[in-house]
């Protein structure tokens, strides 16, 4: 029998979940990640769990979802961390937290060779970060500042060309009297 036959995520990140699963469940969901099994239906079933169980709960989840981003990076396919960012970016603005820029950060991380362009979950990140940062919705004060030092942060290593539209877009908001960035 396997994890799965068993429901085992199901039983820690179900509707009935509890804190303390959730809280012992990090070498479980550092185990799925590292060895690529994680599937994008558990994905679903964690993040939903964030959205429906509390604030407690969210924050431990986070926490998890953290400690795993920062040791399993490499081994976490690009599909998953664009998925975790397609979660994030579905979000009601009221909903998001500094955790969440602090997550999406981490996930935007370019790995690899310095020198290779930004594409798919480092540009999805950044483009989350941007629109959050120039307030394309009506984020708190404290999201939206740490979006924009996040963004600045993360592009900063990107070469001059790749910068460029974000460039011209804080000039057009500048002349469209929008927050530049």
């Not at 394309?136 to 740490?146: D, L, R």
Request: charged letters at 30%.
């Amino acid at each position: 029998m396997t994890l799965r036959d068993l429901d085992v995520m199901g039983q820690i990140f179900g509707e009935h979940t509890h804190y303390q699963l959730v809280h012992r469940s990090s070498d479980l969901i550092r185990l799925l990640f590292n060895e690529r099994e994680i599937k994008e239906g558990e994905i679903d079933m964690i993040w939903n769990a964030c959205s429906k169980q509390g604030e407690q709960i969210k924050l431990e989840i986070y926490k998890i979802i953290l400690e795993v981003l920062r040791a399993a990076y490499s081994t976490m396919t690009d599909e998953t961390k664009e998925h975790f960012i397609d979660k994030m970016a579905a979000m009601p603005p009221a909903q998001v937290i500094e955790k969440d820029i602090e997550i999406v950060t981490e996930l935007g991380k370019k790995g690899g060779v310095a020198f290779r362009p930004p594409e798919g979950h480092v540009v999805k990140a950044a483009q989350l970060l941007w629109s959050i940062a120039v307030l394309e919705k009506p984020y708190s004060i404290s999201v939206t500042q740490m979006a924009r030092k996040k963004f600045c942060e993360q592009v900063q290593s990107w070469d001059d060309s790749f910068k460029e539209t974000y460039v011209r877009r804080c000039l057009e908001n500048i002349s469209n009297r929008k927050f530049p960035l």
